[in-house]
C-alpha cells in the first residue's frame, strides 16, 4: 500500500514542481561554477532548496527534508560570504543534487525516500562544521543513468561501441582545420541556414576539464510506469476556447431557428442567405475551435531541454573535456506527447557528441583548434514542421570510412557500397548492427543506438538527417510536424477507393506513361530529370488485384530514398484527425481518418509497408535520391 494514501494528488503537484524547480538548480548550478561570486545565483539556488525543503516536510519526507536542509544551510554560508566555492565543494552540491533527484523517484513511486548515501551526508556535514572538504566517490554522470534506463545489456548483438565506431569512421589522425572558436556556427550555418545562430539569449553551459563527481547512488530517472498523463496550459488559451465555444453555441441558436423557420415553409432568399451565412460562420468558428484546442497540447521545448546542461556538464567532467552547451530556440512549442518520446533521442544524440564527436583538449591543439569544444542544441519552427539540430565542431565522420565499416561488418556489399552518394553513406550508422566489438566503458558502448534513435524519430512521423565535414564537426537534423493530433494528407483512389498518405513525403505527382517505363533488373523504373527512380504499385503493397494500368505516380520521399507510387488517381488533399487502432491494426495503416461526406479511409505507415521491399527500393545502378529544392 502507498505511504501517501489520500495524498496522491498533492504528491504528484508537489513532483511536478519540484522536479522542474530542482531542473533550474542543476542549470544555475552549472552556470555558478562559470561565476562562483553571483550573489543572484546563490539566492535563487538557496530559495530552490528551501522550497524544495517545504513541501517535502508537508509530506512528511523526512530524509529529503534532512539533505535539502543541509544543502540550503552550506548555500546559506556561501552567499553570506562564510564560505568560498571551490571544485571540490561543487562536487559535494552536484552530488546532493541527484541525492534529492534520486528521492523523487522514490516519492513518485508512492514510498518514502530513504536517506542519502553516508558519505554525501558525511561530506555535507563536515564542510558546515568548518572541516576539510571530504571526498565524494565518482560515479557515472547523470546522463550515462538515464540512458541507462532502457539500454540493451552490454555486448548484446547490433550493440554500437561509439569509441570505436568513430576512430573507424574518422582514423586515427584528425585532418588539418582553420579552426576558430565559432567553427560550428559555421558548419551548422552551411548545412542548415538560419537568420540568427547562437542568439544572445542562448544559455551557454561552460564545463572545464576535472574528474567525476557524481556520487554512487539509486538511478536517477526511474520511468514511470504510466505516461504523465497531465498538461500545464496557459490561462488565456482556455479563456480563448470558452469564448469560441460561447460563439458556437449562439451560432447553433441561430441555425436551430433557421432550421425551424425552413420547416414552417419559410423558404425565401433572404432566409436561405442567413442559412448559409450561419454555416460559414459555424464553419470558421470551429477551424479556430479546433486549433486553440491543438495549442493546449503545445508546450516550450525549453522544458525538454532544462535537463541537458547538467547531463553535458556530468558527463564532460568525467571525460576530462572543455565543452561549451549552447542552448537556443527554448521558447519553441512541440506538441507535449513528442517532448516526452524525443527525450531519449535528444539524450542519445547529445552524449554521443560530447563524448565522441569532440576531441580531447590536446588533440584540438594539436591541429589548431580552440581548446573549448562547442555543442550547439537549438528548435525552430519551419512551416508547419519544428526543426531540432545537435551540432558539434569536432572530428566529423568520413563517408567513405562508414562504407568501408558496413563492407567489413557485412551490412552491405561493395557493389551497393559504390551506389550509395555522400549523405545514403552517412545514414549507414542508422542500420542495426552497424557496431564494432571494442572494449566498453562505463560511458561507451551502452547507448541506445542510432538505429533506436531513428526509430523513434520515425515514430513521430519525423525524419533525421546527418551532415558532417571531416575535421570540421557533424549536424544531426531533426524534423518533426507540429503536432500528432492532424496529419496533412494526400488521399489518394485505387478504383473508388480512396486512401491518406502522409503529405510531409509528398514531391510531387506525375502522369505514367506506359511507353516511358523502363526495366532495370526486372524492375520497372522512370527517369525524372535524370534520375532513375523505382515504381511501386500501391495496389502491390497493399495485395490487391491490379484491375488496370496506373495512370499516375506519386514522387515521394523518405530519409533513405526516393521512389515513385503508382495510384489510379486523386481525391485531393485534407487534414486528417488522426482515430488510432488500438485492439487492432493492420500492419502498414498507421490509423483512420473521416472524409466530410462521412467515409472512413486508412492512413497508410509508408515506411512500414516499404520495410519489406527494400531489395525493390534499391536499383543496384540507380541514381541517388532527390534532394529538397
Request: glycine share 8%; aromatic share 4%.
Amino acid at each position: 500500500m502507498s505511504d501517501f494514501a489520500g495524498m496522491e494528488d498533492l504528491l504528484q503537484d508537489f513532483l511536478q514542481e519540484a522536479s522542474d524547480l530542482l531542473s533550474d538548480v542543476d542549470n544555475k548550478l552549472v552556470d555558478l561554477e562559470k561565476a562562483p561570486d553571483d550573489r543572484g545565483l546563490l539566492n535563487d539556488i538557496f530559495r530552490g532548496f528551501h522550497t524544495i525543503k517545504g513541501g517535502a516536510g508537508f509530506l512528511n519526507a523526512t530524509e529529503l527534508v534532512t539533505l535539502c536542509h543541509l544543502t540550503e544551510n552550506l548555500f546559506d554560508r556561501l552567499r553570506n560570504a562564510e564560505m568560498q566555492l571551490t571544485p571540490e565543494l561543487m562536487d559535494i552540491i552536484m552530488a546532493a543534487t541527484k541525492g534529492v533527484r534520486d528521492m523523487f523517484g522514490e516519492l513518485s513511486g508512492g514510498v518514502q525516500p530513504r536517506p542519502a548515501p553516508d558519505e554525501i551526508l558525511a561530506s555535507l556535514r563536515h564542510v558546515l562544521d568548518g572541516e576539510a572538504v571530504a571526498h565524494v566517490p565518482a560515479a557515472a554522470p547523470l546522463v550515462a543513468e538515464v540512458v541507462a534506463a532502457q539500454a540493451p545489456v552490454a555486448g548484446a548483438p547490433g550493440e554500437p561501441d561509439w569509441v570505436a565506431l568513430h576512430a573507424a569512421v574518422t582514423g586515427a589522425e584528425v585532418p588539418p582545420a582553420q579552426a576558430v572558436a565559432a567553427e560550428v556556427v559555421a558548419v551548422a550555418e552551411a548545412v542548415v541556414p538560419a537568420p540568427a545562430h547562437f542568439p544572445p539569449s542562448g544559455r551557454r553551459v561552460a564545463d572545464k576539464p576535472g574528474t567525476s563527481s557524481a556520487p554512487a547512488g539509486r538511478r536517477v530517472e526511474e520511468r514511470a510506469a504510466v505516461r504523465e498523463n497531465t498538461i500545464r496550459v496557459d490561462t488565456a488559451r482556455l479563456d480563448q476556447v470558452l469564448n469560441l465555444s460561447g460563439e458556437i453555441g449562439l451560432t447553433k441558436n441561430r441555425l436551430t431557428s433557421l432550421r425551424a423557420d425552413i420547416l414552417a415553409g419559410k423558404n425565401d432568399a433572404d432566409t436561405l442567405h442567413a442559412l448559409d451565412q450561419a454555416v460559414s460562420q459555424l464553419d470558421l468558428l470551429v477551424s479556430d475551435l479546433q486549433n486553440s484546442v491543438m495549442k493546449t497540447r503545445m508546450q516550450p521545448i525549453g522544458r525538454l531541454f532544462q535537463k541537458y546542461p547538467r547531463i553535458a556538464r556530468d558527463l564532460a567532467r568525467q571525460l576530462g573535456k572543455d565543452v561549451e552547451l549552447v542552448l537556443a530556440g527554448e521558447e519553441t512549442e512541440v506538441d507535449k506527447t513528442m517532448i516526452e518520446d524525443l527525450a531519449d533521442p535528444l539524450i542519445h544524440l547529445i552524449r554521443n557528441a560530447v563524448d565522441h564527436g569532440v576531441e580531447p583538449s590536446a588533440d584540438r591543439a594539436a591541429v589548431g583548434k580552440p581548446i573549448k569544444s562547442m555543442v550547439r542544441l537549438e528548435a525552430r519552427q519551419e512551416g508547419d514542421h519544428i526543426v531540432l539540430i545537435v551540432a558539434d565542431d569536432g572530428r566529423g565522420m568520413s563517408a567513405e570510412r562508414i562504407r568501408a565499416k558496413a563492407i567489413e561488418k557485412g551490412l552491405i556489399s561493395e557493389e551497393e557500397a559504390n551506389t550509395l552518394d555522400e549523405r545514403q553513406s552517412l545514414n549507414l550508422i542508422f542500420l542495426p548492427g552497424f557496431s564494432t566489438k571494442a572494449q566498453i566503458s562505463d560511458v561507451s558502448g551502452r547507448g541506445v543506438g542510432m538505429d533506436v534513435v531513428k526509430t523513434n524519430i520515425q515514430k513521430l512521423n519525423g525524419a533525421i538527417e546527418i551532415r558532417s565535414e571531416p575535421g570540421k564537426g557533424s549536424v544531426f537534423i531533426i524534423s518533426l510536424p507540429l503536432t500528432l493530433a492532424i496529419l496533412p494528407v494526400l488521399l489518394v483512389l485505387l478504383g473508388d477507393q480512396p486512401f491518406a498518405l502522409p503529405l510531409s513525403m509528398v514531391r510531387e505527382i506525375l502522369p505514367i506513361e506506359k511507353d516511358k517505363l523502363q526495366e532495370v533488373g526486372g524492375k520497372e523504373t522512370l527517369v525524372v530529370r535524370g534520375e532513375i527512380l523505382p515504381v511501386i504499385s500501391l495496389a502491390r503493397l497493399l495485395g490487391w488485384p491490379q484491375e488496370r494500368d496506373p495512370e499516375y505516380g506519386v514522387l515521394m520521399q523518405t530519409a533513405e530514398r526516393s521512389f515513385i507510387l503508382s495510384v489510379d488517381s486523386f481525391a485531393g488533399r485534407d487534414d486528417a484527425v488522426i482515430k488510432s487502432l488500438d485492439d487492432f491494426r493492420p500492419r502498414g495503416v498507421a490509423g483512420v481518418t473521416t472524409l466530410s461526406n462521412g467515409q472512413i479511409v486508412l492512413i497508410l505507415d509508408m515506411k512500414e509497408l516499404l520495410s519489406d521491399l527494400g531489395q525493390h527500393l534499391d536499383m543496384g545502378g540507380g541514381a541517388r535520391a532527390l534532394e529538397f529544392a
